[in-house]
Each structure stands twice: as structure tokens, then as C-alpha cells.
């Protein structure tokens, strides 16, 4: 009796051993995303018909330096980043190294072709006091930029725009994209500054308490 016991105590542990190893694996891979990625990168192809997946990320520089390292090799259309959490900087630092990233904030380089799908996440810079570059995100100039339904907040810059740098001939398209809390000290353009032969669009969202010392609250254009 006791043995039968016992046999009958082994198979209910198995089991319970199967059944947490299932649900761990269905946790892993919850919604089509393991646990912990933060950043997708995506390439689409050359025809604009094929997307495949490069490689999931559990850290947002990691991430965001393999996405810019493909935009350059001008081998695909377009490369493309999905987020699956908030971007929040540390101390208003993303991250000065690799080719991603200029004073500390995201970079676009010249001419990389790039689309963010925040998924109504957001990037935050969070900035504790105004910075040279202190801004969001920099779009270098001629690179193509699309950012998807989310949120840029928290820049604080004393050169430039303190959400969105557009530098000359580069180009951005903004989809329910909402610029929030951005501040410029002695400078213009606290939410978006769009500079020589630019282009903004801007499709949905809003903007809302950018902050700025000189001219221009929510966008700055220069024409020409």
C-alpha cells in the first residue's frame, strides 16, 4: 500500500513539475514577445513587402545601436523598432556609446531610414536640469524618421529643441505621437525644432506643457 502511495505521490509531482514547465514556456513567449525584451529590430525589405525579425532585445542601448548599425548598411528600406516598455533614461542619459546615441541623446544618423512603433509606450529623457543637446531624440540631416503612438517627454535643452531635433533636409512623420514636458533654455522650439529644408508631419496628437524661454513653445520651423 505504502508503494502504491508513493508511485501515486511521484506521478503528482511530475505532473505539477509539467505542468509549471508549460506555463513558464507559455510566460516566455507571452503575446509573441519572450519575457523581458524591451526593443524589436526589424528589417523590411528592399520591396517593401517583406519584414523580418533581426533580433530581440532586453536592453533599450543594445537595442537601439543594432537598430542604427542596419539603417546603415543601406541593405534594407527600412528598419524598424517595436517597443515593448517605457524608454526611460538614467540621471537624463540614455547612453553615449556606439553609433545610437550623440550627448547622451537618441541619435538618427544622415540619411538612415528608421520607423519606432512605441505602441503607447513613451520616451523620457528625464532630465534634471537643461543640457547641451539636452534634447529627445536628434534627426540628422536627410535621415528619414516615422514614430508610431506613443509618447516624447523630457528633454531639457540649452541647443536646440528640447523633444525633437530635426536637423536640415531630414524628415519626420509623427502618428498620434504626443510631445509632452519638454523645456528649452535660451534656445527655441521646446517640443519639436525643425531646421533648414525639413520636413515635419504630423498625423494625430498633441502637444502639451513644453516650456521655453525665448520663442516657440511646441515646434520652431526654419524656413528655407
Not at 502511495?5 to 503528482?12: P, R, V
Not at 545610437?100 to 509606450?121: C, K, M, Q, W
Not at 543640457?131 to 529627445?136: D, K, L, R, S, T
Request: aromatic fraction near 10%; proline fraction near 1%; hydrophobic fraction near 45%.
Amino acid at each position: 500500500m505504502k508503494k502504491i502511495f508513493a508511485i501515486l505521490m511521484m506521478i503528482c509531482v511530475m505532473a505539477s513539475e509539467l505542468s509549471v514547465t508549460a506555463f513558464a514556456a507559455l510566460l516566455e513567449t507571452f503575446d509573441g514577445v519572450p519575457v523581458g525584451v524591451v526593443l524589436r529590430v526589424s528589417k523590411l525589405a528592399k520591396d517593401d513587402t517583406t519584414l523580418d525579425v533581426i533580433e530581440d532585445y532586453h536592453d533599450f542601448a543594445d537595442g537601439w545601436n543594432a537598430a542604427i548599425e542596419a539603417a546603415l548598411t543601406n541593405s534594407y528600406s527600412r528598419i524598424v523598432v517595436d517597443f515593448y516598455a517605457d524608454w526611460v533614461a538614467t540621471g537624463g542619459e540614455f547612453c553615449d556609446d556606439g553609433k545610437g546615441f550623440s550627448y547622451d541623446a537618441i541619435y538618427v544618423p544622415e540619411n538612415a531610414r528608421i520607423t519606432l512603433n512605441l505602441g503607447g509606450h513613451k520616451i523620457d529623457r528625464a532630465t534634471q536640469g537643461k543640457n547641451w543637446n539636452g534634447e529627445v531624440l536628434y534627426v540628422s540631416a536627410n535621415a528619414d524618421v516615422i514614430i508610431n503612438d506613443g509618447t516624447i517627454t523630457g528633454g531639457w535643452s540649452s541647443n536646440g529643441a528640447g523633444g525633437i531635433h530635426i536637423h536640415d533636409g531630414a524628415k519626420v512623420t509623427l502618428n498620434n505621437v504626443n510631445i509632452v514636458g519638454n523645456k528649452v533654455f535660451d534656445d527655441d522650439g521646446a517640443g519639436i525644432a525643425v531646421y533648414k529644408g525639413a520636413t515635419l508631419t504630423m498625423n494625430g496628437g498633441s502637444f502639451k506643457d513644453n516650456l521655453v524661454d525665448v520663442y516657440a513653445g511646441s515646434i520652431y520651423a526654419v524656413q528655407g
